[in-house]
């Protein structure tokens, strides 16, 4: 065991300040993990290197890539693989997959309420304010029924391990949540390079993510339709995301398509084949709200078809997610997903939410204020960690920056309290080693007409700058593949 | 009592250069309720392209069309007929006590019921608050103040055709104090949904007959909601309830939810539209 | 089907064909040169501008030296060139990219490797010592692509219409070749020893045709002009033939348009009217005035491109 132990992981050094999710709190490997750390450790790092090298290669071929645009050119990036994987109990499991779920089913029920009679808001459950001051909240939804009764068919559920060993939930996505062809992707390329492991483990498939996002997409599908065409639509092949979009059309056997593929007639929608017109019943569509449909929102946007928002509301056709969603996974009502769970469920909520001060209510701002440095301070509607600032990470002028730029815009922003993520020994290109990293895990929820589905695994995102909180792609994260084992 | 209406809608559309790809969505077809009936509408244009009734995203009645050839000028023309009730706006039983008129106002459910008509949109939005401009009188009732509002403003603004155009807030409509009847509409609302009471913008025609304010295209006043009433049209442009001459198209929270065409177009350079309405009625 | 991914599947196997094509021509065209029989086809100047003329950007001016580097540059490698072999890999690419969920994921990564292969190729060491290395290269893996389209797709309507545009370029590409090597041919005639019939240049056109070894199988005979052009433009049998590769676009016509129906606006109808038109002409009728003949085939096939089009890609 020092032997092989020398070999791999001679230089990991383990912080006894953080949850390691691959050591025992005494410092002794994990049940779990103790099979695969053998494994990798018959490796040398050199072997290492090289399939580091190679699933590299492979993922560059197969333009697995995210373009990131420069002054003058387009640069194509991989999102970065780690090729050790992140281990999850079945015990642990169960609680993530639970929760997830109760989650996504209780913001469904949200949904519904607040596009219908809006109780929750009448009982003062949760503040109107919060709902009328939201720019993602659509009027024009109010009273629409959509079909199976489904707002957020797809959720992504962002989850952390804290150091107290509980997990929390940081954020739900329920507009167009992505990262799920990464998963499969990064099982792939984990085969490819190390086949062998995964005969001493036995670990939940996640290829079969597709076909169950299909059958519940379909089973979506408007009233008088009997077998549903389904399609997804993409802003393009230039948006950052298009390699995913064009993944889940070929693997759901699905037409991709742009706006422009697309036209509404007398209400329906159908899309321009080279047969002629072709009617589509159900749309995954991965353009955000305000581009679906430029007579009825943005009247500049060529991304979207005219006419698609009536043809929607007429129930000839599904939008998957629906619109105005985004309401609903806006920080500011995260911060109540206890009371929404509780209210529409009658459940206890699974899964933990972080703390959060609400800055738009005087006696929270104070606090705020005076404790910038123990909190993370968030925007309310930012998405991919863009505007995050983490209080003991920053400087006096910054905090001074900060506070006085809640202190203008305090609706604009929600603070909590510096949560520790666990880490997971990731190994680093520089220094040719393992070394700690800070993980999250985002998990895939699928609601249909009277049927769920959690994909039993998820993206865990990998922050790979030293130190780092934050494990988005765009703010230089990585990842690696997450198995759930059977019992 | 019903008149008998034909309004003639005409938009004529000129373009820079060919215009590859459009569509369009008309908002003009007369509101059918009980007391605008039995609408009837033809509508054309000169390029003879296909089109289709539809619904825009609040449930109005809408009138689409799109392009099938390249084209440098399109005209659309839409004629309605429809009956059209006589009635006397003042003709409500008000509501026996004032004080619990406020206190409805102040009820969660009702600000709740009402949300969509209470929240501050850009249009709708005061430089300071209402209070500062006009007070309610709360020995008043809702409507007797929504009445006194009506003509503050009519005093307030003096009616230029021209002085300003859809995207004008109303900063800068109090500081030039003139402005077209969207201008009055969005003040009417915004005071209105500033002292608790919803407010909603209606979009319509105006029998200009009786020589009112308003120009040959469309026109716009407000309908505020008085609890246990219901909602009654102001048209502060004029200083008058709506009544028989107010011809109803749609409504929502400002001139964006209502805009009686959208365009798009996928091609270059600038266009220009002009709308003529006229309006007709024969008892 | 989309339409508008159809359009980008058939340009993809264009530009696929393309590329091949005009690497194949340089290569062939720089390195026969270099042991000609006689000296107009040995001298650099006569090959550089035969490789403009046939990518369509021909050097007018009889005085002008031009730069051998700045010619393979602007033909291999110049992003700002529309015709070079980077642009037409990289727009094959682009097309294949908004495709990508219709083809299989083995072509699509073949394509991509073939883009970054062409993309990152060293300027510098392709005009000094590259060209062979290159363009080699670029040959064998549009061959590739051809076999993982012919062994990876479904022999639907997705294939039909990427081998649609593949046998379009395909006749197009020849006949600009031959359209260039006749002009070459021409030109080179009247120094020692060379008559127009008899140039050198026909074994060169065989050879950029890859047709030059089944050319000797078939005739057993030194190339001349009539049965170069014959073997190139009218054997059903050669496979880069334009009889072959008009056989080959109406076979997949058929495949996206199966009626039988007499219907006279159809590409089917255009195809097979052009294909019939040359399934019975001799070759001493195109001899007599080769010029015109391929003018004519050019506009033939950019008019089925453009029925192509007007019937599939737009609606």
């Known amino acids: 065991m020092e032997n092989i132990e020398s070999q791999i992981f001679s230089s990991y050094q383990r912080n006894p300040q953080l949850l390691d999710e691959l050591h025992e709190k005494d410092g002794s490997i994990k049940k779990v993990y103790q099979t695969l750390f053998e494994l990798y450790g018959q490796h040398s790092i050199q072997d290492y290197v090289n399939l580091n090298n190679k699933a590299k290669a492979s993922f560059f071929n197969q333009g697995i890539t995210f373009q990131v645009y420069g002054d003058n050119t387009v640069q194509e990036k991989i999102f970065p693989f780690d090729l050790f994987p992140r281990i999850i109990d079945p015990q642990e499991w169960e609680v993530i997959e639970k929760g997830s779920l109760q989650r996504s089913r209780a913001l469904n029920l949200f949904l519904w309420d607040i596009y219908h009679d809006k109780r929750i808001l009448k009982e003062g459950i949760v503040p109107l304010d919060l709902i009328s001051t939201s720019a993602n909240y659509l009027d024009q939804m109010v009273g629409v029924d959509p079909p199976g009764g489904i707002y957020n068919h797809i959720s992504g559920t962002d989850v952390i391990k804290h150091t107290d060993g509980q997990y929390y939930v940081l954020e739900d996505n329920i507009r167009c949540p992505s990262g799920v062809s990464y998963v499969i992707c990064n099982r792939t390329a984990l085969k490819r390079a190390l086949f062998g492991v995964f005969n001493h483990y036995k670990t939940f498939t996640v290829t079969d993510y597709a076909e169950n996002l299909l059958e519940l997409l379909e089973s979506t599908k408007p009233k008088g339709v009997d077998v549903p065409t389904c399609v997804v639509i993409t802003p393009g092949m230039f948006n950052s995301a298009f390699y995913e979009h064009s993944y889940l059309a070929k693997t759901m056997g699905v037409e991709l398509v742009e706006g422009r593929d697309l036209f509404v007639e007398n209400d329906f929608v159908y899309m321009k084949t080279i047969k002629g017109p072709e009617r589509v019943d159900v749309i995954y569509r991965r353009v955000d709200d305000l581009f679906l449909d430029p007579l009825e929102f943005k009247a500049d946007s060529s991304l979207g078809v005219p006419g698609l928002f009536s043809a929607y509301k007429k129930g000839n056709v599904t939008l998957a997610n629906a619109p105005g969603t985004g309401v609903a996974d806006d920080k500011a009502v995260y911060t109540y997903m206890p009371e929404i769970i509780k209210y529409y469920l009658k459940e206890e909520p699974i899964l933990n939410n972080v703390h959060t001060y609400h800055c738009s209510r005087p006696k929270e701002l104070e606090y705020v204020l005076e404790n910038i440095r123990t909190l993370v301070i968030k925007p309310v509607d930012e998405a991919g960690g863009y505007g995050i600032s983490i209080g003991n990470k920053l400087t006096d002028e910054q905090v001074d920056a900060v506070r006085k730029e809640v202190r203008q815009n305090p609706r604009k922003y929600v603070a909590q309290p510096i949560m520790s993520l666990s880490v997971h020994p990731t190994y680093i290109d520089e220094t040719q080693s393992f070394e700690q990293r800070h993980v999250d895990l985002r998990t895939f929820t699928v609601l249909g007409r009277d049927k769920q589905f959690v994909l039993k695994g998820g993206l865990t995102r990998v922050a790979l700058k030293k130190g780092n909180l934050i494990v988005n792609s765009s703010q230089g994260g990585g990842s690696k593949d997450t198995w759930v084992l059977k019992i | 009592m019903y008149n008998e209406y034909q309004i003639t809608y005409t938009a004529q559309n000129t373009y820079e250069h060919w215009v590859d790809k459009a569509y369009w969505q008309f908002m003009v077809i007369p509101w059918e309720d009980n007391s605008q009936k039995n609408v009837q509408v033809a509508f054309e244009n000169s390029m003879h392209f296909p089109m289709e009734f539809s619904h825009n995203g609040y449930g109005f009645r809408t009138l689409r069309c799109h392009s099938v050839d390249p084209f440098k000028e399109i005209t659309f023309k839409a004629k309605f007929s429809f009956l059209k009730m006589e009635d006397n706006p003042f003709s409500f039983v008000p509501n026996a006590s004032i004080s619990w008129e406020y206190e409805q106002l102040a009820q969660l459910t009702h600000k709740v019921d009402f949300d969509q008509f209470l929240k501050r949109t850009n249009l709708t939005h005061l430089p300071s608050p209402a209070a500062s401009l006009f007070t309610f009188d709360g020995e008043q009732s809702i409507f007797d103040n929504l009445l006194a509002l009506n003509g503050w403003i009519f005093d307030q603004i003096y009616y230029t055709p021209g002085a300003t155009d859809v995207h004008t807030t109303l900063k800068e409509v109090l500081d030039m104090r003139k402005g077209v009847c969207q201008d009055f509409t969005h003040l009417f609302c915004a005071i209105a949904k500033d002292h608790g009471v919803p407010a909603r913008y209606v979009s319509g025609y105006l029998n200009q007959d009786g020589g009112f304010f308003g120009d040959t295209q469309m026109h716009a006043w407000a309908e505020a909601h008085i609890p246990g009433v219901g909602w009654k049209g102001f048209d502060p442009t004029n200083n008058i309830l709506a009544n028989a001459n107010h011809v109803k198209v749609c409504h929502g929270k400002d001139y964006t939810d209502c805009a009686p065409l959208k365009g798009i177009l996928f091609g270059q350079g600038e266009n220009t539209t002009t709308h003529s309405v006229s309006v007709h009625s024969q008892q | ?315």
Request: charged share 25%; glycine share 2%; with cysteine.
């Open chain 3, 1 to 315: 089907m989309l339409a508008r991914v159809a359009n980008n599947l058939f340009w993809m196997g264009r530009y696929i064909e393309r590329s091949e094509h005009i690497a194949r021509y340089m290569n062939v065209n720089y390195f026969s040169s270099l042991d000609a029989p006689n000296l107009a086809s040995q001298d650099r100047q006569f090959v550089l501008r035969s490789m403009l003329f046939m990518v369509g950007a021909p050097e007018t001016n009889d005085e002008k030296r031009v730069d051998e580097e700045s010619v393979l540059y602007s033909i291999g490698l110049d992003p700002e060139f529309p015709s070079s072999i980077l642009n037409n890999v990289k727009m094959a690419r682009e097309n294949a990219n908004s495709a990508r969920d219709l083809i299989s994921t083995e072509l699509y990564e073949s394509i991509n490797k073939f883009y970054h292969y062409v993309v990152t190729y060293p300027k510098e060491v392709f005009v000094k010592n590259g060209l062979h290395d290159f363009t080699v290269n670029v040959t064998e893996m549009s061959a590739i692509l051809r076999g993982k389209i012919r062994g990876t797709l479904l022999h639907d309507a997705v294939y039909a219409i990427i081998l649609m545009g593949v046998n379009i370029e395909r006749a197009t590409q020849i006949t600009r070749m031959i359209n260039a090597k006749y002009n070459d041919a021409l030109k080179a005639q009247g120094s020692y020893e060379s008559k127009f019939s008899k140039s050198f240049e026909w074994t060169t056109l065989l050879k950029c045709a890859e047709s030059y070894d089944m050319m000797r199988r078939y005739y057993k005979k030194t190339p001349t002009s009539i049965s170069t052009l014959e073997f190139l433009i009218l054997n059903p049998n050669c496979p880069r033939s334009v009889m072959n590769s008009l056989n080959q676009v109406y076979k997949h016509v058929k495949i996206i348009n199966p009626e039988r129906r007499y219907n006279k606006e159809s590409t089917a109808f255009l195809i097979g009217r052009v294909r019939a038109e040359y399934e019975f002409k001799y070759i001493e009728e195109i001899e007599q005035d080769i010029k015109s003949f391929i003018d004519n085939i050019l506009r033939s096939l950019t008019e089925i491109s453009n029925k192509v089009e007007e019937e599939f890609f737009e609606y």
